[in-house]
């Protein structure tokens, strides 16, 4: 399957700020890590010291730590589930 399609929203510090990302993906589940390893992504240019992110196949924990080190703190992955009928809110709706 080619299409994104579960959703997921990662609430997260990133230098004492709380933030929100609504990020798509193909698999049903996003661990932590790899939640961590997009918002290094998306914050690259304001980290410490970019040139040391982790590798997309270092060890979990070492992508934690790194994150944390550059003040993105406290993760949390959701998912977001998708009504299937559609995603307009039903008081939107015209009877």
């Known amino acids: 399957m080619t299409t994104r399609d579960h959703k997921f929203e990662i609430n997260y510090i990133f230098r004492n700020d709380p933030m929100a990302e609504v990020v798509d993906a193909t698999e049903e ?8 390893r997009l918002l290094l992504e998306k914050h690259h240019g304001e980290i410490g010291d970019p040139s040391g992110v982790p590798s997309r196949d270092a060890k979990p924990e070492d992508i934690l730590h790194f994150a944390q080190a550059n003040q993105i703190t406290d993760v949390r992955v959701t998912k977001v589930h998708i009504d299937s009928r559609g995603d307009t809110p039903g008081h939107y709706k015209q009877p």
């Open 29 to 36: 589940t996003l661990p932590q890590h790899e939640a961590v």
